[in-house]
């Protein structure tokens, strides 16, 4: 039995430092480091240790990224496959796992940081405000990658819940067009520009004016379109029943009414 897996390691948004502990210790001690060098922060390489492998896979296909994987596994190497942001969510890690099944090689995945929640916490925004949204929508615009029917940004915005959109910010004229049909014009949306990255940008406006701003703003990719009454200027005066002096549950008795 071979001492190491292979492990898909989800590098964050952007800031080095918003790796998890477990995906930056693997990175120290990897003998190599197959990295997406298009999206990964070139600072999280400093943490190699001296002689280790690093290979960027932004200009490999698939089959070529595999094969570096499972010859480092064959080896005898600690191999690791860094990703930006989760590697759950749009990380194209499905097709290198089917691959991996069946050649029977073993691997790991480390959650990492996705955008949406990197760049909540810099907006200091709660995405499921009690009373105003209990649900966060994450899709993307059909494109190159289609998305099924079902699930057409029209249908998904019937619910007016808060939405993250990736990957569509260089269609936002046509996203706002489908938003309208069931949100009003006076919808809060942030457009989040390479968040937690040193020249991160937020550009605010509503459905109403956004595409005309982001136009202007220049920004066609590396962007997130947050969309909902979460993102309000004024914030809602809602607040959780969890904390609530009227609220029972297994660590705390009521005390009594809130008002």
Known sequence: MRAHPIYFIGAGPGDPELITVKGKRILETADRIVYAGSLVSAEMLKWAKDGAELIDSAP???EQTHGLLVEGYRKGLMVARLHSGDPGLYGAIHEQMVLLDAEGIPYEVVPGVSAVFAAAAA????????EISQTLIITRKSGKTPVPERESLASLASHRATVALYLSVHAIEDVVAELLKHYPENTPVVVAHRVSWPDESFIF???????ERVKKAG????????VGESFAEERPGKRSRLYAPDFSHGFRK???SSA
């Open 60 to 62: 490999l296909t698939l």
């Open 123 to 130: 907006l200091k925004r709660e995405l499921t405000l009690p």
């Open 205 to 211: 406006g509503t459905l109403a004016d956004i595409a």
């Open 219 to 226: 920004i066609r990719r590396q962007a997130l379109i947050l």
């Open 254 to 256: 009521s005390r009594g």
